[in-house]
């Protein structure tokens, strides 16, 4: 699989932040260190996993062989293209009822009703995805970090000021990181 070059990323080499920013751009200091022969982290700065790069050849193959950029739809006059896709949806007749009864139909209402749901959820989500990816990135680069399961657990818990605690002690880089990637998580600043 190959990742476009604008997706973000912290790579590591050891306890040493040595690139952060837009793989494209972070692709060079990473191609170094690993030609250096330091063993070297690649991590996706959204989703903390780990990513594998194709480091043969020179830090320009390596770039070319990156997918660009995707580039946004082009628009011309007209009505704009919906992406709607038809599928079936099972409800009680009551159900279908209220939906035929609503301004604009059936479709109109489900959209507005999912719409509502995800904009409702978009805090707490936003929260648990930021916490997943900090538990990604903590277990790859410090599981065997003094005060890692006690992090991990306060993480979850919500607990910002343990967490920071637990985290203290850690090679600047990686608490930093660490930090900088559980933010989000503390929803709407609590714990903090």
Known sequence: MTLPADTPVLAFAGDALIARGPLGEALAAIHAASGAGEAVLVFDAATGRVIDLDLRGSAADALARLSPAPEPEKRGPGRPRLGVTPREVTLLPRHWDWLAAQPGGASVALRKLVEAALKEAEGPDRARRAKDATYRFMTALAGDKPGYEEATRMLFAGDW????????????????????MAEAGWRNGEGR
Not at 172 to 178: F, G, K, L, M, W
Request: charge should be negative; aromatic fraction near 10%; proline fraction near 5%.
């Open 161 to 180: 000021t343990a967490f920071d605690a637990a985290v203290q002690g850690w090679p600047e880089a990686v608490r930093e990181a660490v930090r900088g």
